[in-house]
Each structure stands twice: as structure tokens, then as C-alpha cells.
């Protein structure tokens, strides 16, 4: 993200390990592309006696949409603040990210749940397993990225706090974490909206 | 700084950012409700928003746009990988229901 410097050392011009997280984005792009391709193929299979638009709740995923787009201002905002070395923004800035996080698989927790009491169930056809596993997929990226969050507040509640090399590891976070938000801005409107 | 010299947004840059995803998103939810209104365009318009905010978290949240040009070739890379996979089976499939 910011240590945007070069670095002659390395044969690419950029710091080795910043390279390899954007390889690793690369590589997360196709596998969720996979993902949405196969939920694009099957999406209108048959799925007697409902309409999706009876399944899904847009109202409450758009706030859950929302939520999540904002965690990633909370994100930038973090990594401003260590930048500044402001330890205690950093931290707030943080927590206030995972919280978000979590609050967003909440949601997506208690979505599913109403999706199976409405009987759209991961076996129910080829169609709601592709939901499951393309939107699950994507929680369970929420998820860990959730974690890496809390293990970077816990780090920098140290008297040491995060440093500047630090640093890295959180742009690393913050990179994992925008990923997360662009992949589903694209998930809300192939999977939702359309 | 960067290789490019453009400077980082600001947080109170970062915050008007988040404020037009804001709005992109609204845009999108009342896109939904009005299909009937809007007609044909609903699909289009949510890919081309969709699209809008794909580029402004990428550009300016993961700061893309200040990155090296080794970094950028990368990720454009795999998103066009991505979509030579979704264009291939998406017109296979269309040909086979043709057919």
C-alpha cells in the first residue's frame, strides 16, 4: 500500500514480500472467479414451489454491505495512523475494523440460518450449494481476516506497540482485508442484485 | 515516496472516499427496487457501479494507482485470467443451451 519505495536491491523494483501478498491476491482472484462463474451457471436452476426474491432479505444484506464497505475506511484509517505513528488510533482503528468484521459474519450467520428455515438448504438443489459455497467461501476469508485483525490489535497492546517494520505486516492485513470488500462489492450485485 | 509521486490521500480524503461507496451502494438498492422502471439498463447499470467501486477500493483504499507497475501487472493479470474463465464458459454454456 504506502511503502510504495523502491527497492533497487530486488530484481523486480518491489519489496519482495509486498510482491508475494499481491501474487497471493492474484491468485485469490481466480479462485473466486471459479466460484462465480460456477454460481453463474447454475443460478436459475430449478427450485420448486419459491422465487429467490422470496429468499433473499435485500434490505438486511445491503446493511451488511455497508458495513463491510466502511470496515475498509476503518482499515485505510489504521494504516494512516501508523503511518503517523499514532500507536492509539492505530489500535482503535483495529478493533474497530474486526468489530465490523465480525458484525458483518453475524449477518451472514443469521442469513443462512433464515435461508435454511426457509428451506433453501445447501442439498436443496445444484444452484443453493454454489450459494453456500461461493458466499461461504467468502465468510470464511472474512473470517480469518477477522482473526489476523485481533492478532495485530493484541501485538500492538504490547508496550513496543506496532512499529514501522510491523507496519508491513499490517498493510499486509489491510491489503487481505480490502480484498475481502472488493470481493463482494462483486458478490452483492451478481449474487443479490442481478 | 511513490514511483509514480502522486501523494496518499488524506483521512478526511479517505473519509469523502467512503462517503461516494456510500452513495455508489444506495445507488445500487434503489436500482434494485425500481428494475420495473428501469428496465433493460438494471443490469448494466449495477455491473458498470459494481465496477465503479471495484476500481475506487483498489485505486485508492489498496493504492493501487501509487503501486509499481510490476504490482499492478499482477493483479490487472489475474482479474483478466478471471474473466477469459468466466467469458469461455459462460459463452460454452450459451452455445450448448443454443444448440
Redesign the interface.
Known amino acids: 500500500m504506502s511503502n510504495s519505495h523502491s527497492y533497487p536491491h530486488e530484481p523486480t523494483g518491489v519489496e519482495t514480500r509486498k510482491l508475494g501478498m499481491w501474487v497471493f491476491l492474484s491468485t485469490e482472484i481466480l479462485f473466486f472467479g471459479t466460484l462465480i462463474t460456477t454460481f453463474m451457471i447454475f443460478k436459475g436452476s430449478d427450485f420448486p414451489g419459491m422465487k429467490l426474491t422470496d429468499v433473499y432479505d435485500i434490505p438486511f444484506t445491503s446493511i451488511s454491505s455497508f458495513i463491510l464497505l466502511m470496515s475498509s475506511l476503518t482499515m485505510v484509517l489504521a494504516h494512516n495512523a501508523l503511518e503517523a505513528n499514532d500507536q492509539e488510533k492505530t489500535r482503535v482503528w483495529l478493533l474497530a475494523t474486526a468489530m465490523l468484521g465480525a458484525v458483518f459474519l453475524a449477518g451472514q450467520i443469521y442469513e443462512f440460518t433464515e435461508f435454511y428455515h426457509k428451506g433453501f438448504e445447501l442439498t436443496t438443489n445444484i444452484f443453493s450449494s454454489s450459494f453456500y459455497v461461493l458466499t461461504g467461501f467468502h465468510g470464511l476469508h472474512v473470517f480469518v481476516g477477522v482473526v489476523l485483525l485481533l492478532a495485530l490489535w493484541a501485538i500492538g497492546q504490547r508496550q513496543k506497540g506496532l512499529t514501522l517494520e510491523g507496519g508491513m505486516n499490517l498493510e499486509f492485513v489491510a491489503l487481505y482485508w480490502h480484498f475481502v470488500d472488493i470481493v463482494w462489492i462483486v458478490l452483492f450485485t451478481v449474487v443479490y442484485l442481478i | 515516496?511513490?514511483?509514480n509521486h502522486l501523494e496518499?490521500p488524506t483521512?478526511k480524503k479517505?473519509?469523502q472516499?467512503?462517503i461516494v461507496?456510500?452513495i455508489l451502494?444506495a445507488i445500487?438498492?434503489a436500482?434494485?427496487?425500481t428494475e420495473d422502471i428501469v428496465g433493460v439498463f438494471t443490469?448494466p447499470l449495477?455491473?458498470f457501479?459494481?465496477v465503479g467501486?471495484?476500481i475506487i477500493?483498489?485505486g485508492w483504499?489498496?493504492?493501487l494507482r501509487?503501486?509499481?507497475k510490476?504490482?499492478n501487472r499482477?493483479?490487472v493479470?489475474?482479474?483478466i485470467?478471471?474473466?477469459i474463465?468466466?467469458t469461455i464458459?459462460?459463452v460454452e454454456?450459451a452455445s450448448a443451451n443454443y444448440l
Request: aromatic letters at 20%.
Open positions: 515516496m511513490s514511483e496518499h483521512p479517505y473519509v472516499i467512503a461507496l456510500g451502494t445500487e438498492i436500482l434494485y427496487y443490469d449495477l455491473i457501479l459494481a467501486k471495484f477500493v483498489v483504499f489498496m493504492h501509487y503501486e509499481n510490476t504490482i499482477f493483479f493479470g489475474g482479474m485470467l478471471a474473466l474463465l468466466f464458459v459462460m454454456r
